[in-house]
């Protein structure tokens, strides 16, 4: 069964003006043709025989539609982990928030991962596990809003270099930057993006500063598959290998939406 977001090893089968069928894992699909490398690019149309990477968009659809562009496959990369997580830990009934990306994304100086925004088009922002917050836009508590922790992290974290607290090797490279999107109740360890010129938001690395202390830990993944780790009891990071004695069994499974917290 072909599942969205997931990637095959396809091979077409016919071609037509409008695009490619192909087939991957015994299933038919579809590659519109504007869905393949050829329609921007001076790469060779698709012809039959031909064998590619390309992700499912919608696996609902007969015959179920695919992407070969590099784009769709870095952003469904991200993206494989939010379904998951929301079997595991579902969302408010009233979703998540809608946000104005564009202005975000600005204040910031920098595009934001698709998993993250669908993240809080979903849940919003709040607290997975009982311990762990999702920081979103224009959060009513400064301590929870996305722009507003970006700036006040950044000067927080050049005070302590500035006074000898090691940097982590990750950061040793010029131009790479931290944005934060979790934060952690009690123990205040704060989870960061880590942003290197060049590299697509879907591949950035996730990194945690503890909250206490001079030790940073990255992990290659993206923040909804941290979180999805995380709730699961699956994480490989020191400080949630033993979820079971840190969070309250009853809220594992639990998300808590900001909107309810602060009474909006």
């Keep these: 069964m072909l599942a969205d977001h997931h990637e095959y090893d396809v091979v077409v089968t016919a071609v037509a003006p409008v695009g490619a069928a192909v087939l991957a894992d015994g299933f038919e699909g579809f590659v519109d043709q504007a869905k393949h490398p050829s329609w921007r ?5 698709p012809a039959v025989g031909d064998r590619m990477r390309a992700v499912v968009l919608d696996a609902t659809r007969t015959p179920a539609r695919f992407s070969a562009l590099p784009c769709d496959i870095r952003i469904a990369r991200g993206l494989r982990h939010t379904r998951p997580l929301e079997r595991l830990c579902p969302p408010p009934p009233d979703g998540g928030r809608d946000v104005e990306w564009a202005a975000i994304e600005e204040a910031l100086g920098v595009a934001l991962p698709a998993d993250y925004k669908r993240l809080v088009r979903t849940y919003g922002g709040g607290v997975f596990a009982g311990l762990l917050w999702l920081l979103e836009p224009d959060c009513p508590d ?9 700036a006040e992290r950044a000067e927080d974290l050049a005070d302590l270099w500035a006074i000898g607290e090691p940097k982590p090797s990750e950061l040793a490279a010029g131009d790479v930057r931290l944005v934060p999107w979790g934060y952690v109740e009690g123990a205040g360890h704060v989870l960061y993006w880590l942003v290197r010129p060049g590299v697509e938001p879907e591949e950035w690395t996730v990194i945690l500063n503890e909250g206490r202390g001079p030790l940073w830990e990255a992990h290659a993944m993206s923040c909804s598959r941290f979180l999805h780790d995380v709730v699961a009891g699956t994480s490989t990071s020191y400080y949630f290998e033993d979820i079971d004695d840190i969070a309250d069994p009853e809220e ?3 998300f808590r939406p900001s909107s309810r917290i602060f009474g909006q």
Excluded at 41 to 45: K, L
Excluded at 144 to 149: E, F, N, P, T
């Design 41 to 45: 690019s001076d790469v060779p149309r």
């Design 142 to 150: 400064a301590m929870y809003d996305l722009v507003a922790q970006t």
């Design 252 to 254: 594992r499974t639990v």
